[in-house]
């Protein structure tokens, strides 16, 4: 079996996507938090962000952040965000947007994971699919154009609506900074892509 080589850029989007989805799908512990507390920014948007929100993981915790991450996504009935894909597009959850990615997951052979329990048009599942298909977790890695029609079709129209209202929710706080970083990489991803075409 050979093994493809996975270009260092990609591989580095990759591993952003997957930071994205590890701190959306459940509250950081505190060796999550050491670990955007160690990162480092740059003069990019990009930099500045992570470089913020490695000052705010710093000051945070644990506890607090779980407080937070509960206030947002799960509440009393409901959080303050509804961080789905079908909600955003539709206003209602579990509608056309789901059932467009459960098919495209099918033909790109991927399969939801047995102990996750929401629909998977959730923001943390996305960024996970995404990095995935960048560096082959569902097969081969998926092509350029490949990863564009997806993220056209399931990230680009709603994400960077979501991680803006992330960045402004009255519970964010460390939040707000995971908001930025990610309402910034998505402005990066749709630009990319752009000139691709």
Wanted: hydrophobic content about 45%; charged content about 20%; proline content about 4%.
């Amino acid at each position: 079996m050979t093994t493809l080589e996975i270009a260092e850029e990609d591989r580095l989007r990759a591993d952003f996507y997957n930071f994205l989805g590890l701190l959306l799908a459940g509250p950081p512990d505190q060796m999550v938090l050491d670990q955007c507390a160690g990162l480092g920014g740059d003069e990019t948007d990009l930099g500045q962000a992570i470089a913020t929100m490695s000052r705010v993981a710093k000051a945070s915790k644990p506890q607090t952040v779980v407080r937070e991450f509960n206030a947002l996504f799960i509440g009393l009935g409901r959080g303050e965000l509804l961080p789905y894909a079908s909600y955003y597009l539709t206003g209602f959850l579990n509608e056309k947007p789901l059932a467009q990615l459960r098919s495209d997951m099918v033909v790109r052979g991927i399969t939801r994971a047995q102990n996750v329990y929401e629909p998977e048009d959730n923001i943390a599942s996305l960024m996970e699919m995404m990095a995935g298909m960048i560096v082959g977790r569902f097969g081969a890695p998926a092509t350029l154009e490949a990863q564009k029609t997806f993220w056209a079709k399931h990230i680009g129209p709603w994400a960077g609506h979501f991680y803006s209202d992330l960045e402004a929710a009255k519970n964010s706080v460390f939040y707000a900074s995971v908001g930025t970083a990610g309402r910034v990489f998505m402005d990066i991803e749709r630009e990319a892509f752009r000139m691709t075409a």
